[in-house]
């Protein structure tokens, strides 16, 4: 078992509310690793029903189920792959361990990376991109990461059908290149602050796999700074896992826990690993984002020098920080429900579905044309809005599929709100005739600020709904056992 020692940083977090701020505290937590595996399920949740007025109340009668997604309650991990299968998130590669992301999926991840990105300019970094290919002996350099990082590495032999005269690696992670260009670049005290933030992808030779939490290959973002004193480096490492908590929580309405890992868990050469942590849906703990103080280490490995405002030689000190797609898992754990995923408003790739309900031909251009004019609309005030025009498929089993999609508000219009200029709206995360409204009026700028309401409101219950589940199982100043998707 590993042994992670979270303290309640404070001064570090500032997420939404004060109230969330109160809930966090210091924790020791012991962790036993039991991540399962089966296939992605060929299932699909949907459905088929009629619809219009009472028959939109009551949606679930008539449904003829094609697709079944396990219930969260009945088999967690079961239920976790289906998701993902159902909402079209990611497949399996062809490789063992690998996963292919879908569009659905990695709109998902490019909400997070434009978010990021925005953050990481205005703290001063800028983007750019290393090689894939490390050469061996880079790795070899710094003795703890070679050790910590071995078991995991993919290592290339041969290329252009001929043995390689030394073998290389394929990125695990980027401190030692990223070391080795340092050393060309950084000559005086004048070259620092060096702040710089990669996207790219990782390969990590995992043997037990799951979607998203821990693949062969995933998606990420590294960023890597190079300070002239070790009080920079520290004030570096401890603001951006502070940018990674408002993340967490002001757009993926994820209540991390933030806290300093024990000895056993820093990374591979680091000083110090600073980290948020999150509780999923089946309790387990997940790593959602790290951040380190290097100290000098790589530095020293590589000669990483500078020469300082009186004339020594100096190494640098640094840091490097990173989130991955497996907040996409994270994402799903924490919010979904048995219907299929319930995204966070801010991530969402769709934000609002139209669904125009027709019964006779002569009513199908009045309600479609008062569909896209809804849909021009929300799209003209920056709403992320799908309509589903589609007439292979029955209003009832659209509604279902975009509540398996995750989509957190849902607009339908028939014959009888096109008469009255009104349109019903669904939220996602109030099931059944609780969260159906009935009689909003198509008005453009009442309609826009309603729709924009409700979707900050769900934004805000999510959070909430996730720190009160958090807090049943997570109180203050409690020391336990758990496991964990680390």
Same mark, same amino acid.
Request: neutral net charge.
């Given at each position: 078992?590993?042994?992670?020692?979270?303290?309640?940083?404070?001064h570090?977090?500032?997420?939404?509310?004060?109230?969330?701020?109160?809930?966090?505290?210091?924790?020791?937590?012991?962790?036993?690793?039991h991540?399962?595996q089966?296939?992605?399920?060929?299932s699909?949740?949907?459905?088929?029903?009629?619809?219009e007025t009472?028959?939109?109340?009551?949606?679930?009668?008539n449904?003829?189920?094609?697709?079944?997604?396990?219930?969260?309650?009945?088999?967690f991990?079961?239920?976790?792959?289906?998701?993902?299968?159902?909402?079209?998130?990611?497949?399996?590669?062809p490789?063992?361990?690998?996963?292919v992301?879908?569009?659905?999926?990695?709109?998902i991840?490019?909400?997070?990376?434009?978010?990021?990105?925005?953050?990481?300019?205005?703290?001063g970094?800028?983007n750019?991109?290393?090689?894939?290919?490390i050469?061996?002996?880079?790795?070899?350099?710094?003795?703890?990461?070679?050790?910590?990082?071995?078991?995991?590495? %993919?290592?290339?032999? &041969?290329? *252009?059908? =001929?043995?390689?005269? +030394?073998?290389?690696?394929?990125r695990?992670?980027?401190? $030692? !290149?990223?070391?080795?260009?340092?050393?060309?670049?950084i000559?005086?005290?004048?070259?620092?602050?060096?702040?710089?933030?990669?996207?790219?992808?990782?390969?990590?030779?995992?043997?037990?796999?799951?979607?998203?939490?821990?693949?062969?290959?995933?998606?990420?973002?590294?960023?890597?700074?190079?300070?002239?004193?070790?009080?920079?480096a520290?004030?570096?490492a401890?603001?951006?896992?502070?940018?990674?908590?408002?993340?967490?929580?002001?757009?993926? %309405?994820?209540?991390v &826990?933030? *806290?300093? =890992?024990?000895?056993? +868990?820093?990374?591979?050469?680091?000083?110090?690993?600073? $980290? !948020?942590?999150?509780?999923?849906g089946?309790?387990?703990?997940?790593?959602?984002?790290?951040?380190?103080?290097?100290?000098?280490?790589?530095?020293?490995?590589?000669?990483?020098?500078?020469?300082?405002?009186?004339?020594?030689?100096?190494?640098?000190?640094?840091?490097?920080?990173?989130?991955?797609?497996?907040?996409?898992?994270?994402?799903?754990m924490?919010?979904?429900?048995?219907?299929?995923?319930?995204?966070?408003p801010?991530?969402?790739?769709?934000?609002?579905?139209?669904?125009?309900?027709w019964? =006779?031909?002569?009513?199908?251009?009045?309600?479609?044309?008062?569909?896209?004019?809804?849909?021009?609309?929300?799209?003209k005030s920056?709403i992320?809005?799908?309509?589903?025009?589609?007439d292979q498929?029955?209003?009832?089993?659209?509604?279902?599929?975009?509540?398996?999609?995750?989509v957190?508000?849902?607009?339908?219009?028939g014959?009888?709100?096109?008469?009255?200029?009104?349109?019903?709206?669904?939220?996602?995360?109030?099931?059944?005739?609780q969260?159906?409204?009935?009689?909003?009026?198509?008005?453009?700028?009442?309609?826009?600020?309603?729709?924009?309401?409700?979707?900050?409101e769900?934004?805000?219950?999510?959070?909430?709904?996730?720190?009160?589940?958090?807090?049943?199982?997570?109180?203050?100043?409690?020391?336990?056992?758990?496991?964990?998707?680390?």
């Amino acid at each position: 078992m590993l042994s992670l020692r979270l303290t309640s940083f404070t001064h570090l977090l500032s997420p939404p509310s004060s109230a969330a701020i109160a809930r966090r505290s210091p924790l020791i937590l012991r962790r036993r690793h039991h991540i399962r595996q089966r296939p992605l399920a060929a299932s699909f949740s949907a459905q088929s029903a009629t619809a219009e007025t009472q028959d939109r109340v009551n949606n679930s009668k008539n449904r003829v189920p094609e697709r079944v997604i396990t219930p969260r309650s009945q088999d967690f991990n079961a239920w976790y792959l289906d998701v993902i299968a159902n909402a079209e998130l990611a497949d399996y590669g062809p490789v063992r361990g690998t996963m292919v992301i879908r569009p659905y999926g990695y709109a998902i991840w490019e909400a997070i990376q434009e978010y990021l990105n925005v953050k990481f300019k205005e703290t001063g970094h800028s983007n750019m991109y290393f090689p894939q290919f490390i050469p061996y002996s880079f790795i070899e350099k710094e003795a703890s990461h070679v050790e910590g990082f071995s078991p995991e590495l %993919a290592v290339v032999t &041969i290329g *252009g059908g =001929k043995e390689l005269e +030394e073998k290389l690696v394929v990125r695990p992670t980027s401190e $030692t !290149i990223v070391n080795h260009m340092f050393t060309q670049w950084i000559h005086s005290y004048r070259d620092l602050p060096l702040m710089i933030n990669q996207w790219a992808n990782v390969t990590r030779w995992e043997m037990r796999t799951k979607p998203f939490v821990r693949t062969l290959e995933f998606l990420w973002q590294e960023g890597h700074t190079a300070h002239a004193t070790p009080e920079e480096a520290e004030n570096e490492a401890i603001q951006m896992i502070d940018i990674y908590t408002r993340f967490a929580y002001e757009q993926a %309405a994820i209540p991390v &826990i933030t *806290g300093r =890992k024990s000895k056993v +868990e820093t990374f591979a050469g680091a000083c110090k690993t600073y $980290t !948020i942590e999150a509780m999923m849906g089946d309790k387990k703990a997940l790593q959602a984002g790290t951040s380190h103080n290097l100290g000098q280490n790589f530095a020293r490995a590589f000669g990483t020098q500078f020469t300082d405002e009186n004339g020594v030689r100096e190494h640098v000190w640094q840091t490097s920080w990173a989130i991955s797609t497996r907040f996409v898992g994270g994402i799903i754990m924490t919010h979904g429900d048995d219907a299929g995923l319930m995204l966070p408003p801010k991530l969402a790739p769709i934000q609002v579905v139209i669904v125009p309900i027709w019964k =006779k031909d002569d009513e199908k251009a009045a309600v479609l044309n008062a569909a896209l004019t809804v849909k021009d609309v929300l799209q003209k005030s920056g709403i992320k809005v799908k309509l589903d025009d589609s007439d292979q498929r029955t209003p009832g089993w659209k509604f279902n599929f975009w509540e398996m999609k995750g989509v957190p508000l849902r607009i339908e219009i028939g014959p009888r709100d096109v008469a009255s200029g009104s349109v019903v709206i669904s939220r996602r995360d109030i099931p059944g005739k609780q969260g159906k409204v009935f009689g909003i009026s198509m008005e453009p700028s009442n309609l826009e600020a309603y729709v924009k309401d409700k979707l900050d409101e769900i934004q805000s219950s999510l959070l909430e709904r996730a720190i009160a589940f958090r807090d049943r199982f997570f109180p203050s100043m409690l020391f336990l056992v758990c496991d964990s998707y680390i």
